[in-house]
């Protein structure tokens, strides 16, 4: 079966400091893999997303960057954090249909991000 | 573009009452839907779905049809239980993305 991992499950920065967060996906290769954000109260933002190594598609302008180095690893980064970054963070991804795909998302844990 | 949007919450709910969310939503085209739901702590998991138009999606009791006519998805579920707990988000895939509203809360109460 198939599982998706994230972490760090919590993390606390300051503000102006980098950032780097890890999603792995077992099970299943060349999958879609996407990053969306949920802050306080709101639903989620798609922030990127990847349909294979190397290819990213940003969605949102911002200072965070995502990077896919190999098939079932997507990373998070940011250079410089800002307050306004603070919220949870999802990994989610969903099995290789074509683009688009209209197959179901699984969705990882998360991760409580605090920028102070 | 296209769009979510849904009740806000909290909804307070005592248990075995009847539980509505409404959802409607703006696209192009005719999407997929999905209701996700939020446990405490945990990820989003999907809790059902309709691929089109008058598709009724159901899981765990909860119920949800598409309706084109009306453009909603509101979500049902006819006797509730306090494990029902958690945050709903309606969904549309618009074009292999996404599209979240807000999120509703439900609390159940014994």
């Known amino acids: 079966s198939q599982t998706i991992h994230q972490w760090p499950a919590t993390l606390v920065q300051p503000v102006g400091s980098p950032l780097s967060l890890e999603c792995t996906v077992e099970?299943?290769?060349?999958?879609?893999l996407y990053w969306y954000r949920q802050a306080a109260g709101r639903g989620l933002q798609l922030l990127f997303y990847s349909v294979g190594i190397g290819q990213i598609s940003s969605e949102v302008p911002q200072n965070l960057s995502a990077s896919r180095p190999q098939d079932r690893q997507f990373i998070l980064s940011s250079k410089k954090l800002l307050l306004s970054d603070s919220g949870f963070y999802f990994c989610a991804w969903n099995p290789d249909g074509g683009w688009p795909t209209y197959n179901e998302q699984f969705f990882g844990p998360g991760t409580r991000l605090t920028v102070l | 573009g296209d769009s979510v949007t849904q009740m806000e919450g909290p909804v307070t709910l005592s248990e075995e009452a009847f539980l509505t969310i409404n959802c409607t939503y703006t696209?192009?085209?005719?999407?997929?839907l999905f209701w996700y739901v939020q446990y405490p702590g945990e990820g989003l998991q999907l809790l059902l779905k309709?691929?089109?138009?008058?598709d009724k999606g159901s899981n765990k009791g909860f119920e949800a049809t598409y309706r084109k006519e009306t453009t909603s998805f509101h979500l049902e579920k006819g006797s509730v239980q306090v494990s029902d707990s958690a945050v709903y988000f309606c969904a549309l895939d618009s074009w292999g993305k996404l599209q979240f509203g807000a999120g509703t809360q439900v609390v159940v109460t014994p």
């Open positions: 696209a192009t085209g005719y999407p997929s």
């Open positions: 099970g299943t290769s060349n999958p879609n």
């Open positions: 309709a691929t089109k138009a008058d």
